[in-house]
């Protein structure tokens, strides 16, 4: 759709794309040279799906997403997408209740499966400070999972499940701007599981101190 459109859909809830195999991004800029910014106010629930071509949700460098009420992003094989967009984008309340039986409690949930062969997962401009849950499967191509700037603002995530990403060899990636002051910290992470990583070399190498606090002794060598 051309940006102008994706303006005026003012009342959209949900929005779930499957088997559009020509399509190579979901917002167009039409031309558009100058900065916008696009706002989804009522969209709770996005679902990709078997979209052969797709690259990103939008390749406009210059253009702001704002997702006030998504609660759930579902990416599922979309297998030469890049990144969720080019440009930055705000989901401050990405959430989802998981299970029935977590008596109803709220959580974020990222799902990402069989998609993205880029070098990372999402710009640092993406935001995902709720983010509780996050599942990657079978992302053949991807070297690491996100900067570490984007790893310090997790604070949130509990559970990280990585499966089957056979290029990928760390978990965060160092970034040349590190300050020695800075450190990562996943405060809330206690569930963390990596299989079937082939080339993983390390979970972060960069000058930053890393912490996973509620982290217990993993059952088979786990190298930081």
């Known amino acids: 759709m051309a940006s102008s459109t994706a303006k005026s859909l003012v009342q959209l809830k949900s929005m779930k794309i499957s088997g559009c195999d020509e399509l190579e991004e979901?917002?167009?800029?039409?031309?558009?040279?100058?900065?916008?910014?696009?706002?989804?106010?009522?969209?709770?629930?996005?679902?990709?799906?078997?979209?052969?071509?797709?690259?990103?949700?939008?390749?406009?460098?210059?253009?702001?997403f704002k997702f006030p009420s998504l609660e759930v992003l579902i990416v599922r094989g979309c297998r030469i997408m890049q990144r969720f967009t080019e440009g930055g984008a705000r989901a401050p309340k990405l959430q989802n209740i998981v299970t029935a039986n977590e008596e109803g409690k709220e959580e974020a949930k990222w799902q990402v499966i069989s998609c993205l062969s880029s070098i990372n997962l999402v710009p640092c401009t993406v935001s995902f400070s709720n983010l509780t849950y996050l599942l990657v499967q079978n992302c053949k191509s991807l070297l690491y999972l996100f900067t570490s700037s984007t790893a310090r603002s997790l604070g949130q995530l509990k559970t990280m499940e990585i499966s089957g990403c056979d290029s990928m060899e760390e978990i965060v990636s160092e970034e040349g701007d590190e300050s020695d002051e800075d450190e990562i910290i996943f405060q809330q992470l206690n569930c963390l599981?990596?299989?079937?990583?082939?080339?993983?070399?390390?979970?972060?190498?960069?000058?930053?101190?890393?912490?996973?606090?509620?982290?217990?002794?993993p059952t088979r060598p786990l190298y930081i």
């Open 26 to 64: 979901i917002v167009s800029n039409e031309g558009n040279k100058e900065e916008e910014q696009i706002v989804f106010g009522k969209l709770i629930t996005i679902e990709l799906e078997w979209l052969g071509k797709l690259k990103s949700f939008c390749s406009y460098k210059n253009c702001e």
């Open 193 to 217: 599981e990596l299989e079937g990583l082939r080339k993983l070399r390390r979970f972060y190498k960069g000058s930053l101190s890393l912490s996973l606090i509620h982290i217990s002794e």
